[in-house]
């Protein structure tokens, strides 16, 4: 049997919310809100997998993730979620028929009372299993399936789909209505250049993996970073900084307005992107790139305030 792991206290009876569940966003929280009206206060469980069915099907087209398993998990409880079962998604999980994940998974291991999906749910193998397969599934094994249609906001369905390519333009602003709060980049203070501290702006330069991470297209950006306790209001950049001379990989950088003294080096960090200032431009020199910054850390602050 698949490696199931309850993040939260077992519950027995409960209805589960099963999803992927990637960025949590609007279209997700409305299925936990769904599910916590229809478990009668027996509780909810979020039944979610890891890794992404992509990357286990297909790696090369698996898409980049919204939030990291431990973000996910974190999520799924703030917003209704009593206990969270994540559900390693490997190659005996992926062959099991949907009778098999409906005996073995819901009914034996969950030992659910109801059940709630988004309407384009599909499960078991090659998704071989429907919304309305899951509903005729219930009423045999004594639970209840309900689904969820699929949520409009703004001119499209709510989807993680929708939320990558909004980033991917760097248009955080629309993300961050979708997922119903900014997007976040999590990972530890690395080394730089230390370019910026020569010049005035000390930057915390994010460690993180690209192929992973759903990262904002190049430019500057307004938002937070947050360094253990400490939280500030930031000024972000991504790209390869053109103004200067050489060739380096892309880089995510927050300047914190106003800290003063910390040393950030090797510890957790949390970028949360608010807004898109201006796309990254080289500069002719540095004195009009120092000029540029000083503007955009006063737009950045008036912005989180």
């Not at 094994?141 to 993680?160: K, R």
Request: hydrophobic share 40%.
């Amino acid at each position: 049997m698949n490696r199931m792991q309850w993040r939260g206290e077992q519950i027995v009876g409960a209805t589960v919310a099963i999803g992927i569940f990637d960025g949590v966003h609007r279209g997700h929280q409305v299925i936990l809100e769904r599910a916590k009206e229809v478990s009668n206060g027996r509780g909810v469980i979020a039944l979610t997998f890891d890794p992404h069915p992509m990357h286990f099907f297909a790696p090369d087209k698996a898409p980049t993730m919204l939030v990291s398993l431990e973000r996910r998990v974190e999520l799924l409880k703030q917003y209704g979620a009593d206990a969270v079962v994540v559900c390693e998604f490997d190659r005996e999980f992926a062959a099991k028929s949907p009778d098999d994940f409906v005996a073995q998974v819901l009914v034996k291991n969950l030992q659910i009372s109801g059940v709630v999906v988004g309407q384009n749910f599909s499960y078991g193998h090659k998704a071989a299993g429907k919304v309305a397969d899951l509903i005729v599934a219930g009423a045999k094994n004594g639970f209840v399936a309900q689904e969820v249609a699929l949520q409009e906001f703004e001119g499209g369905v709510v989807s993680s789909t929708r939320i990558r390519e909004a980033i991917a333009r760097g248009d955080v602003e629309s993300a961050s209505t979708l997922l119903t709060r900014p997007h976040r980049l999590e990972g530890i203070i690395v080394h730089g250049e230390k370019r910026g501290r020569e010049i005035g702006y000390p930057t915390a330069n994010l460690g993180y993996s690209g192929a992973s991470n759903s990262i904002p297209a190049d430019g500057i950006y307004a938002g937070w970073l947050e360094v253990e306790s400490h939280r500030w209001p930031a000024a972000i950049s991504i790209g390869t900084n053109p103004t200067f001379a050489g060739e380096r990989s892309r880089q995510v950088e927050a300047y914190a307005l106003d800290q003063v003294g910390l040393d950030l080096y090797d510890r957790n960090a949390k970028i949360d992107f608010g807004w898109r200032l201006r796309d990254t431009v080289k500069f002719d020199g540095l004195d009009p790139l120092l000029a540029q910054m000083k503007i955009d850390c006063d737009q950045a602050r008036e912005l989180t305030k």
